[in-house]
């Protein structure tokens, strides 16, 4: 029997994750003319991928705990720090990804990685390039994994390509007008009203091996940043207790507003002030507001490794 090749995306999914792994596998299934490759998430998809999914028609990918002994191909990530268990007892046979690249790997492997605001725009290219057909719930799919990515185009990561992809995508499928189906979904994003402090934490966390230590950054996009106003004491609890739990150098969470183009910094730390002077910021009361701040890969990631990483 033919060995599966599972397709996975980082913990903690977020769509443009589950999207990938599932087109990817669609994708490689159809070219190899085979069905040896299965989609497969980390963990529990959060709502507004499961709003998508369903729009669409597609399952939820299986759910893969451990990769120990499996062959493996990771999309939209490549730092084991954000990988799931076991990959180090896997077979990595490839990667295709949009971020920076931190791997290193004891066999050459094919490694795809494009600047563009999202890992379904660059496989929304190997179709056309390819001549596999689209069916419109596919361009559905990609069309909003690259809308939730580049949160409405309005991200710095997001390139004409990713608009130019957007508008094509969009075609075939029955959003007539993309930008306000994006907000819809941003809607779905920002309810998070019965969340728990952890659960909006963690909801998109992603953990980085800097030279001064561990650091999680957490993002929250939403359309009301209002919302979380009555809430930041209590998040800023549940990140002191998260961070002397699981030996953080320091959590950041960001809460970005997508209409007004900022995001409000909540930092706990060994050092919040050397953070802050990172961010160009000075913190109060572990606080601050950031406006033009977008995105983590772009802005944050690089601004905290400049000082932390070195
Ligand atoms: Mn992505």
Redesign the pocket.
């Known amino acids: 029997m033919l060995q599966k090749i599972y397709i996975i995306g980082h913990k903690s999914p977020?769509l443009?994750?589950v999207a990938?792994a599932v087109s990817y596998a669609d994708f490689k299934n159809k070219q190899e003319n085979t069905d040896a490759y299965v989609p497969a998430t980390t963990e529990d998809i959060n709502q507004v991928t499961k709003f998508v999914l369903d729009k669409f028609n597609f399952q939820a990918p299986e759910i893969l705990k451990d990769a120990e002994n499996k062959k493996i191909i990771l999309v939209?990530h490549n730092e084991f720090s954000q990988t799931l268990e076991g990959v180090d007892k896997a077979e990595i046979v490839e990667i295709l990804d949009?971020?920076k690249l931190n791997f290193k790997y004891d066999q050459p492997i094919v490694v795809n990685i494009k600047p563009w605001g999202?890992?379904?725009s660059i496989l929304a290219q190997m179709y056309f390039d390819n001549n596999i057909d689209i069916d419109k719930n596919l361009a559905g799919l990609m069309l909003s994994?690259i809308l939730d990515?580049t949160l409405i185009t309005k991200s710095p990561t997001c390139t004409g390509k990713d608009k130019e992809l957007i508008e094509k995508l969009a075609r075939p499928t029955d959003v007539s007008d993309w930008q306000a189906y994006g907000f819809e979904m941003f809607k779905i994003k920002s309810s998070v009203k019965d969340f728990t402090d952890l659960e909006i934490i963690k909801n998109d966390f992603k953990d980085f091996d800097f030279k001064a230590g561990k650091f999680g950054i957490g993002q929250v996009e939403t359309v009301d940043l209002s919302e979380f106003d009555a809430r930041e004491q209590d998040l800023l609890e549940a990140m002191r207790k998260m961070q002397s739990q699981e030996n953080y150098h320091s959590i950041i969470l960001f809460l970005t507003d997508i209409i007004n183009e900022g995001s409000r910094f909540l930092v706990i730390s060994n050092n919040a002030e050397k953070v802050g002077e990172a961010l160009g910021q000075k913190l109060e009361n572990n606080k601050t507001y950031i406006p033009g701040i977008m995105s983590r890969k772009k802005q944050v990631v690089p601004l905290i490794a400049k000082v932390f990483d070195k």
């Open positions: 977020d443009d994750s990938a939209d949009h971020h999202a890992t379904c994994a990515d």
